[in-house]
């Protein structure tokens, strides 16, 4: 903690001076500061890890996102990220045993917060690729991962247009919720609502299942509420004819704002030709996350669905 707290007073103090000096916003200052560190004209008194290094960078981002407006600059917490961390390292635990490169797409990238997070935890086993549309929050996200010696591929652009990567692995993405303005993109999707706007976070997961690699696994941090708007049916439909449900993990309600804000795990794995279903889906409710008892019980359980219904 000593380092990380070292760390971000130093990243706050130099994000301060020049947000002052411009007459910037706090973000763009930590820009200018992550800018300054990579150029080596800037240097921390100490020599921090790459997690320490993420810990400290989302000190100050939470800090300039506390004094924003924009309802898109948000960001996943930590134990979020960890878990799903957890759930990646579980579904690819073969994969990183024999020490494959993993590719991982976050099509709301943000910052980067949630995919550093799950890069962190597993060390070099993965190649992260990012989608975002707001220029300031991918601009940060790639001085992050620079300081972070970590291997990512940005694009600036509409998540939900064409994109110009291959498909991947992997895809981990803390879903937009809300409706998704542009009708005429929205038309391209099998989800498309009857009616008016689409959901955003609809469009969002199929057009991840749409650049997964067949067999791949995808891990969605989704509204508890998902399955019970008047669009679920068209979502439903999607999924059955090219995903599979690994899991539906529901999160506890102390990490939410409110219980309307609440969110659940949501695994997939896209189909692929010799390949099944599990015999029987995940459905589990992670305890309070200061309750290591029930946290390590929990984990079991989890093993356990997985040791009797081997994945794909």
Avoid at 47 to 66: F, N, S, V, Y
Wanted: proline share 4%.
């Amino acid at each position: 903690m000593e380092t990380i707290e070292v760390l971000f007073s130093f990243i706050d103090k130099e994000t301060e001076k020049h947000a002052e000096s411009d007459q910037s916003t706090y973000l763009d200052g930590l820009l200018i500061t992550l800018n300054r560190w990579l150029d080596a004209e800037i240097k921390p008194e100490v020599e921090p890890t790459k997690e320490e290094i993420r810990k400290a960078i989302q000190l100050a981002i939470l800090k300039g996102m506390r004094q924003s407006s924009q309802p898109n600059h948000q960001m996943t917490p930590d134990s979020l990220g960890l878990l799903v961390g957890y759930f990646v390292e579980q579904f690819f635990e073969k994969e990183i045993k024999e020490d494959q490169q993993i590719t991982m797409l976050d099509p709301a990238i943000g910052t980067a917060n949630l995919l550093m997070t799950v890069m962190n935890l597993l060390g070099d086993k993965i190649e992260g690729f990012g989608i975002e549309i707001d220029e300031l929050l991918i601009q940060i996200a790639a001085s992050s991962a620079e300081l972070e010696g970590q291997p990512l591929s940005l694009y600036l652009q509409d998540a939900l247009e064409n994109l110009m990567i291959d498909p991947v692995d992997a895809v981990i993405c803390d879903l937009p919720v809300g409706y998704y303005p542009n009708e005429e993109i929205a038309k391209q999707y099998e989800v498309k609502a009857d009616e008016g706007m689409t959901y955003a976070h609809h469009l969002f997961i199929e057009q991840s299942l749409r650049y997964t690699k067949d067999g791949g696994y995808l891990f969605f941090l989704v509204p508890d509420h998902l399955f019970e708007s008047e669009q679920a049916q068209l979502l439903n439909k999607m999924i059955a004819k090219t995903a599979w449900i690994q899991a539906v993990v529901q999160l506890p309600d102390t990490l939410f704002s409110s219980k309307a804000h609440a969110k659940s795990l949501f695994v997939l794995q896209k189909k692929m030709d010799g390949g099944k279903a599990v015999k029987e889906v995940l459905l589990a409710k992670v305890p309070n996350m200061k309750n290591m008892q029930a946290l390590e019980l929990f984990f079991a359980k989890v093993r356990k669905w997985k040791k009797e219904n081997k994945a794909n």
